[in-house]
């Protein structure tokens, strides 16, 4: 059985990648006083798992981020959770999550896991070099990679940088740099 469902917030549905019902789940997990974890940008545009147990804290969470997150010690963070009794919610990878319950070594009622459709990630390092030469060393102010100014259908990805260019790509055509 399937169900299609999205968030009735438009905001949030704008600034999400597919529909905007993580953020209902992860309300109510934090709403229960639980911890949510997911993939968020630092500040140098590297892609990491964090958590958060208040509402405005997920705002960093939504959007994809189609690379390799750096998981740190969140697995050992969310075992500390789960014997405290916390409910949590990990968003990840079909792979992270397959990691974590490795981890775990058991099953937890209070665990609640959300995986993302997976189509291969690259790595950091490929992600780094990437960044580089799309940026042309200017400052990044944002990174989106499922820009919906060109609609929900088309795959784009999106580079603002703090001196106002923008580079674009749509579908998987490159639309280059635009001067706005």
């Not at 014997?83 to 999550?97: A, H, N, P, R």
Request: a positive charge.
């Amino acid at each position: 059985m399937a169900y299609v469902c999205y968030n009735k917030n438009e905001d949030i549905r704008n600034q999400s990648t597919s529909g905007g019902i993580f953020t209902l789940i992860a309300e109510n997990v934090i709403n229960s006083e639980g911890v949510v974890f997911g993939a968020e940008f630092d500040e140098n545009y590297n892609v990491i798992h964090s958590s958060t147990d208040n509402i405005s804290g997920l705002e960093k969470f939504r959007g994809s981020k189609y690379v390799q997150s750096k998981i740190g010690d969140t697995y050992k963070q969310i075992k500390q959770l789960l014997k405290e009794d916390k409910t949590v919610l990990f968003t990840g990878t079909s792979c992270q999550i397959g990691g974590l319950k490795s981890y775990l070594r058991k099953d937890y009622s209070n665990l609640i896991c959300q995986d993302i459709v997976c189509h291969g990630v690259p790595s950091p390092y490929v992600w780094q070099h990437y960044k580089n030469l799309i940026s042309k060393d200017r400052n990044i102010k944002n990174i989106n990679f499922r820009d919906k100014s060109t609609g929900w259908k088309r795959y784009s990805l999106k580079f603002d940088f703090t001196d106002g260019k923008i580079y674009e790509e749509v579908g998987n055509e490159m639309v280059g740099v635009l001067w706005i």
